[in-house]
């Protein structure tokens, strides 16, 4: 397993930290977010105008999640991620103990990950980073810099791929966002390691209102990694971050996210990528956490021949209602789009909601979806909600879904071959999410495997 | 994130509203092979009745020409191998269909209006509903009911009209399969829910051919599968004509749209249950 | 008669072919050969109309240019195209659709082999191929352009086939497409055209007998 971590910069960084806690959500209080940040007016403005938008907004009904328990007044929403406060080892969880032990994690990761201690450094493997990103002309800083340090690029691309009005969401977002990653690539240039903004022992906990943009010039390519497929222990329990990425003409962007929050947590973000002429923007998830999620990364293809590939996987372990799917528009001619998405369900309820809509004028377009879910073992619910919306009539479309339970045939046949119950489904499970499984990052998707074992082996 | 899942917004149970108060006559049809035109009677009798039940007793084939105006036919479908052919339902037309033995209905739909076939399949009996949608306007309809033994619903939509709207709702415990084939030349919609309960198996195969430049459609086949007993799979496709057929008819002669009507006469032909 | 002036085809972007001059009169049999993938079938397709193929230069069919005709008006000018693998469209009854195209009556023995079947569905390769033969003397086209009519059949049908085209050529003029000797025993070419890197090479019956003895070498 490869550790990396990556060093947030803050220009105000002073030797005393400030810790800013602020409970419930007020106008007061977001001015003072603004003002501890030292943002430009604009910036301000922005939050204030979306939270009179996220007040005017209902609570979204369609969904299968119950989002009525969601009090955003008893929210504490802080400055830097890291002044959530530190927990001692007793407060742990005690499942999410014995994860870490079933895992084989190292007792200092487990402390992180536990959330019981701040920071971690290694200054080395950062600092080589750092020059070669550098050599390349690559800006890779947290968002809250780029506010100071890239202002015009800020304003040209802050909340314009995902505006303040989409949802209630993400008028809630622009109003408290804090922290993210800022990522410009040079037109060719090409990222060869995957940029990570969270690794297992960074320094940053995971922020719950992240902003990460991702401009990726013409011609340039790069890979970008969030998240943790260990479960991640936080008292921050509501999360609701946006995701912006700009791939211009010929150039191609992989976001492969994997989270595996605890069971406190609402999960609710907001990925959205437009793609340009030539363009390519892969989505990869793995959603295992969490107790609500929904999560429906967005790829609007408005250049010809654009391209997007969305793929996921989704986890509901009991008592979690996981919603989780893919929306892609194509605007233009000769884009494709390719959407696979593979759940599970254990205990929990596990839900497809995606949208295909082809416009007219993209003439030549083809989509092809694939909604699997498997659903396992008692109180076990699925259900799929794929929306199909065509205006071209020279285009194509074809979805296809399966759901129910692991095939008799299949789990007899794995039994006949020495297997116990337990050890063939989870064989079988693992067939199942194979096609979208070797597209996630080895040291991810080994863990993750593991996981699934767990939780079939738990049951 | 949707506002709203679906777009086009109907309330269609408000437009079945049936009286409680109607008069219900039963007819017994006991003969095999006898055409019933139950034209004259049917205007005479549609301002006394607003019910029709037709009871078979015996297998074999029946033909209906039922024509009316806001009318519920009860069908029950108890004898071997019943054949039951509808033509040409009207404005608010119900069928209700109560299946306990193996039968066929056919049901020809030729004005616009809303349609409603509500179904009870039991256990070990099996339904074939064929329904053909020919309207020209508004072409609504709905299937609904409760599955226990064998479901096969093969649509075949010929949705000329504006807003054509298919909703079918089942209710699954024993096998259920629904096939629904669509040319689109104005707008369709097409809402499916099915509802697993139990130990069913199911099937829903959805396809459609955008015609014109101004066609347009909006399907959103969902399901829900509440226990882990159940296995479900359904498949949706948009389609277009295809270029090599268009053009291997076109080198023998046929105009483009002569070509393009055949090739969508043969896409609605075939059903894709086996 | 079907002329082509100077013809060059391309297809996105790529050329394929280029100064592609021929005449094809009525009771000509004129073959066309070259190795795989030189462009015989693209050419083919062009001269038929579709769309994906670029042509330029002159078609003209009966002393009219047809450049910028849809398909079906090239074919009811007379121009009939047998394919290499003709396309299935099933649930079209291929009984009525030989009646939609053309008014005279279909022959009883080809009747029995489509009774009852969809548009090339189900046919083997070779019975898909003889059918497009009983196409062509149904619709007694001025030119017929024939794309590889004998692969897929044995000898028996081959000879079957090649009476058909001789007794059909007193009406119309042909373009056949073959890789296969076994055409040239029952069919003598009145003309040969060799496709090659592009371009055409044209001979008589002899050019034909010696290809099939020597193969494509020595034709740059």
Redesign the interface.
Known sequence: MKIQELQNEYDFKTKSKPVLKLKGLNKENIEKISKAKNEPDWMKRLRLQAFKIFKSKPLPKWSVANLKELNFNSFDYYLKPEDQPSITWSEVPKEIKKTFEKLGIPQAERNVLGGVVAQYESESVYNNLRKELSEKGVIFVDTDTAVQKYPELIKKYFMKCVPINDSKFSALHASVWSGGAFIYVPENTSVKLPLQSYFRMNTEREGQFEHTIIIADKGSKVHFIEGCSAPKYTTASLHSAVVEIYVKENASVRYTTVQNWSKNVYNLNTKRAIVEKNGFMEWVGGSIGSKVSMLYPASVLVGENAKASHLTITLASKNTVKEGGAKVIHNAPNTSSKIISKSISVGGEAAYRGIVRINKGAKNAFSSVRCDSLVIGNNSKAETFPHIEVFEKDSTVSHEAKIGKIRDDELFYLQTRGLNEKEATSLAVLGFLDSVMKEIPLEYALELNKLVELEIQGM | ???????YKYTREDKIKISKQRLIQTTKLSQTKKTLKTTDKIIKLQKKLKQKKFLVEKPGEVNLNLIGGAVTYFVEASGFNTVFKMKTLNASSLIEINCTKKSSVNINQQFSGFSSVNFNVEKNAELELNIQLKSKQQALLNITGVNKGVLKIFISNLAAGSHSDVLFNVENHGFASVSLKSVVFKTLSVKGVDNLKGSGVGETTIKTL????S??????????????????????????I?D??L??????????KE?EK??W??????SEIK | MLELKNVSVSIKNKVLLENISMKIKKGEIHFLMGPNGSGKSSLAMAIAGKKEYLLKGEVILENEKINNLPPDERARKGLFIGFQNPVEIPGVNYETFLNKISKKPVEKTILKIIKNRSLNEGFSGGEKKKLEIAQMTLLNPKIAILDEPDSGLDVDSIKKISTIISKQSKNTGFLIITHYDKLLKFLKPDFTHVIINGKIKTGGYELAKKIQEKGFKGFD
């Open positions: 994130m949707f506002d709203s899942p679906f777009h955008l015609l014109n430049a066609s347009n459609v909006n399907i959103l086949p969902s399901a829900s599968i509440q226990n882990s007993s159940q296995y479900y799979s359904h498949s949706a496709s948009v389609e277009k295809n090599e057929q053009f291997y008819l076109q080198t023998r002669t046929l105009k483009k070509a055949i090739i006469q043969s896409f609605l032909k075939k």
